[in-house]
């Protein structure tokens, strides 16, 4: 006895996915191969995302990367700059800021982003899908390749395609290594070869290997099963978001349409062209899934097949659930203006915080475990840890001065003076002593206050405590 679920919304094609069959094995999906205006477009804008990308690590200023995120080292550069694990809080609102604005995206505008920005889709449908129809040609031969037994045919194909794919695969794992190390280390890699840097090659291969699988194997099942922004879909979309949908008041009740015979039927003429082009395999006619990347396929091929039954275009278009099913288009709702007002006050947390980020970062804190001393001149002092980062790739000139309490003097513990200079994103850790007369010690936790003055500027006041017995 079979057992068919059945989706709360009472709609057959919810309670299943398109990638698996009723016994639970993978559809492998034959999308044919798209053709039209929004597919030129999707060509032309991914060429130009696809140059700035593999392009990216080559591209300096001042001789430093533009963009650098190097986890490994904790170090990143965002458009020329630099920033330093003490900048966490504001790379953690840099990136609350990103999700905001996909999350404010995504509620009026829906999967724009899968299906004309997002690397997975532009590598598979831009690179390693046109190697595929190049070398086995279009859905209905890829399919009699695979049905047919292994021959010369068949391997030549098969073999060339995943060698070529391997390839790519390794060329985008470098580029995506030049991202995190910095394309001079990667080139330094190539130059001395993997026995030099065995972890390294080994990390490069499985990087590889991975990517290759993910465009050679998985594909649609990234965005369906993987990745978090797709499984959002279902949170963050809305009847009044705009998706790629199928006019269902226009294009019912759907049928074919005979020559010369009066029929009451809609504009689709259920050609399932729509269908046969979808990469991730399903039919749109169904309605919004969480399956469908919003990559415009089905426009372009829905368009073709008006254009020829001389039918105005847009039976599949870019429209909210809500403007298909009544006729009225809204793009703004309570809940995007909610939206947007939250991002702009981010926004504008940030660049207030961008605008007035110091060039130097430090900090000063009383040696732990360590009481007071008295100097061989009688005078108590507190022994302190102190840590100057320089954020910037300029070289500063810092100075380390206390301006509270009134007579105190700062004794550096492992240089001599305590001026010195900061190389660019440099680091400079130590300690010094904070030296007060006995007489001066009027109560057993006096504040104090020191300077970090760069290039004669100063950055920061820190305050602290000085703690030693009162003499009475
Ligand atoms: S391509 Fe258009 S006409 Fe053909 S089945 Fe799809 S929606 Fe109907
Ligand atoms: S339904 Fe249309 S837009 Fe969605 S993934 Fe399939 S072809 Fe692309």
Redesign the pocket.
């Given at each position: 006895m079979s057992h068919q679920a059945i989706a709360p919304s009472g709609e057959k094609y919810r309670d299943s996915i398109s990638l698996v069959d009723k016994g639970g094995d993978r559809n492998w999906v034959y999308p044919k191969k798209p053709k039209g205006p929004l597919y030129n477009g999707r060509t032309w804008f991914s060429i130009s995302l696809m140059v700035l990308l593999f392009a990216g690590p080559f591209l300096k200023l001042n001789g430093h990367p533009l963009l650098l995120l190097n986890v490994l080292e904790r170090k990143f550069i965002i458009f020329g700059i630099p920033f330093w694990p003490q900048d966490l809080p504001l790379f953690a609102l840099l990136m609350l800021t990103f999700v905001v604005f996909i999350i404010v995206f995504t509620v009026v505008f829906g999967r724009v982003w899968c299906g004309w920005a997002c690397p997975q889709t532009i590598f598979m449908e831009m690179l390693f899908r046109k190697i595929e129809y190049w070398i086995e040609g279009d859905f209905k031969a890829q399919k009699k390749l695979d049905d047919q037994p292994w021959n010369t045919e068949k391997i030549i194909k098969k073999g060339g395609k995943h060698i070529l794919f391997y390839v790519l695969a390794v060329f985008i794992a470098n580029t995506f290594l030049s991202y995190l190390i910095g394309v001079d280390e990667v080139e330094k890699l190539i130059a001395d070869g993997p026995m030099a840097h065995l972890g390294k090659f080994f990390a490069l291969l499985i990087f590889s290997t991975v990517f290759y699988f993910v465009f050679a194997k998985f594909r649609e099942i990234v965005c369906i099963v993987v990745c978090p922004y797709g499984r959002l879909q279902g949170l963050m979309l809305d009847k009044n978001s705009i998706v790629v949908a199928?006019d269902f008041v226009r294009?019912e009740p759907?049928g074919f349409r005979k020559k010369g015979v009066e029929q009451n039927l809609g504009?689709?003429?259920?050609?399932?062209?729509?269908?046969q082009v979808c990469p991730t395999g399903i039919?749109?006619?169904n309605g919004t899934q969480l399956e469908c990347i919003n990559c415009t396929a089905?426009i372009d091929?829905?368009n073709?097949?008006?254009q020829k039954?001389n039918q105005p275009k847009g039976?599949?278009r870019y429209a909210s659930q809500e403007e298909v099913s009544s006729g009225i288009k809204k793009r703004i709702t309570t809940r995007s203006v909610a939206y947007v007002t939250i991002l702009l006050v981010l926004m504008s947390i940030l660049s207030y915080l961008l605008l007035t980020r110091r060039a130097v970062e430090s900090t000063v804190l009383r040696t732990p475990g360590m009481l007071h001393q008295q100097q061989t001149d009688g005078r108590i002092s507190n022994m302190y840890n102190f840590e100057v980062v320089n954020k910037t790739f300029n070289a500063q000139q810092i100075e380390v001065k206390v301006i509270e309490p009134a007579g105190a003097e700062l004794k550096m513990v492992d240089r001599e003076k305590s001026t010195f200079d900061l190389g660019e994103d440099g680091l400079v850790k130590g300690s010094f002593f904070i030296i007060l007369p006995q007489d001066q010690i009027k109560s057993n936790n006096i504040k104090t206050k020191v300077q970090v003055i760069s290039n004669g500027e100063v950055m920061e006041t820190i305050e602290s405590t000085f703690v030693a017995p009162v003499k009475f």
């Open positions: 199928y294009g759907r504009d689709c003429v259920d050609c399932k062209r729509c269908v039919d749109i006619r089905c091929e829905c073709d097949v008006m039954i039976l599949i």
